[in-house]
């Protein structure tokens, strides 16, 4: 078949306007930084346990504490949340939503075995969807990077924190270690404040005023009742996650390649988490969860993978 010149020419100008707008889009395109990641990382985490939550829930049949949980899910999905997944990929974020919707539904429809069962397909499929959104968003080289994955261990460590504190009613930023005071006068102890970690939310490690902080012996005497059951589940199924992401992602790897200095300090961290996830599990004192977290995992993560403390 023979092609005539001047058909030629449209063809080309089709090409040209067809890469110029692949350039275009590439030049738009937001690159995330590893914080960003490390982020988004976490928030993924915290997407899964909540999910898990419901379906636990929905299986012992407390409708009110499944509706928790959803609601906490979708409350995740920010404008800002629903616009970084959707510059990698419109379908993706779309697909979670609906499946979150779904899973919200879910709790306040059908009973019995067919909603358990129905509920326990949607939160594999929210894990599909959210497994193929870090794929989309996360560049491999920063997915696969040990420093971005321990930030994303910090931030999901302060939302076990948070969730704790909110669970016990607390009054006070557990994340923030300068409420740790090593005598009853409301004075920080500065040695404590060097072996801590300043994580990328909003621990202030300055000591202040000492206005704002309690004595251990008034913290561990009066926070001991649980008064919110949704947040503890989500600060223990948290911890879990924190666990599993550790062990099975950074730890194995991280041994391979450091000194045996490292490789210590990488052993403590994984004994302090399984002593974290045991000692939530059995509601221990607030005082308790804190000072393994400040005291055992932070110092011990800044040993082992070179991370900064980050006066705030």
Same mark, same amino acid.
């Given at each position: 078949?023979?092609?005539?010149?001047?058909?030629?020419?449209?063809?080309?100008?089709?090409?040209?306007?067809?890469?110029?707008?692949?350039?275009?889009?590439?030049?738009?395109?937001?690159?995330?930084?590893?914080?960003? =990641?490390?982020?988004?990382?976490?928030?993924?985490?915290?997407?899964?346990?909540? *999910?898990?939550?419901?379906?636990?829930?929905?299986?012992?049949?407390?409708?009110?504490?499944?509706?928790?949980?959803?609601?906490?899910?979708?409350?995740?999905?920010?404008?800002?949340?629903?616009?970084?997944?959707?510059?990698?990929?419109?379908?993706?974020?779309?697909?979670?939503?609906?499946?979150?919707?779904?899973?919200?539904?879910?709790?306040? =429809?059908?009973?019995?075995?067919?909603?358990?069962?129905?509920?326990?397909?949607?939160?594999?499929?929210?894990?599909?969807?959210?497994?193929? %959104?870090?794929?989309?968003?996360?560049?491999?080289?920063?997915?696969?990077?040990?420093?971005?994955?321990?930030?994303?261990?910090?931030?999901?460590?302060?939302?076990?924190?948070?969730?704790?504190?909110?669970?016990?009613?607390?009054?006070?930023?557990?994340?923030?270690? =300068?409420?740790?005071?090593?005598?009853?006068?409301?004075?920080?102890?500065?040695?404590?404040?060097?072996?801590?970690?300043?994580?990328? =939310?909003?621990?202030?490690?300055?000591?202040?005023?000492?206005?704002?902080?309690?004595? @251990?012996?008034?913290?561990?005497?009066?926070?001991? @009742?649980?008064?919110?059951?949704?947040?503890?589940?989500?600060?223990?199924?948290?911890?879990?996650?924190?666990?599993?992401?550790?062990?099975?992602? %950074?730890?194995?790897?991280?041994?391979?390649?450091?000194?045996?200095?490292?490789?210590?300090?990488?052993?403590?961290?994984? *004994?302090?988490?399984?002593?974290?996830?045991?000692? @939530?599990?059995?509601?221990?004192?607030?005082?308790?969860?804190?000072?393994?977290?400040?005291?055992?995992?932070?110092?011990?993560?800044?040993?082992?993978?070179?991370?900064?403390?980050?006066?705030?």
């Amino acid at each position: 078949m023979k092609i005539e010149k001047k058909s030629i020419m449209p063809l080309l100008m089709a090409t040209v306007v067809l890469l110029a707008g692949f350039n275009t889009h590439t030049i738009l395109g937001h690159n995330f930084s590893p914080d960003e =990641s490390a982020s988004f990382l976490a928030l993924v985490n915290t997407l899964k346990a909540e *999910a898990q939550m419901v379906q636990q829930n929905l299986a012992t049949n407390n409708m009110s504490l499944a509706s928790d949980h959803a609601n906490k899910a979708l409350a995740l999905m920010t404008d800002d949340v629903n616009k970084e997944i959707a510059e990698r990929n419109q379908r993706l974020s779309d697909d979670l939503n609906t499946a979150l919707v779904s899973l919200k539904t879910s709790t306040e =429809s059908a009973h019995g075995n067919k909603t358990a069962s129905d509920t326990d397909l949607l939160v594999n499929d929210i894990d599909d969807i959210l497994d193929e %959104i870090v794929t989309a968003r996360i560049d491999p080289d920063q997915l696969n990077n040990s420093t971005i994955q321990v930030l994303a261990v910090v931030e999901l460590l302060d939302e076990v924190l948070r969730n704790y504190g909110y669970a016990f009613a607390v009054g006070y930023d557990m994340t923030n270690m =300068s409420m740790m005071t090593m005598d009853g006068n409301n004075n920080t102890n500065n040695s404590s404040e060097n072996s801590s970690i300043h994580s990328m =939310s909003t621990m202030n490690m300055g000591g202040g005023d000492g206005s704002n902080n309690m004595s @251990i012996e008034d913290m561990s005497n009066s926070n001991d @009742i649980l008064i919110n059951t949704t947040d503890y589940q989500t600060a223990q199924a948290l911890a879990m996650k924190v666990q599993e992401l550790f062990d099975n992602q %950074i730890m194995n790897s991280s041994l391979s390649e450091g000194s045996q200095t490292a490789n210590q300090t990488i052993n403590n961290v994984s *004994a302090a988490l399984e002593d974290l996830v045991t000692s @939530i599990d059995g509601k221990a004192s607030p005082m308790d969860i804190m000072t393994i977290v400040h005291t055992r995992i932070h110092p011990n993560l800044m040993t082992a993978f070179g991370l900064q403390l980050e006066n705030g």
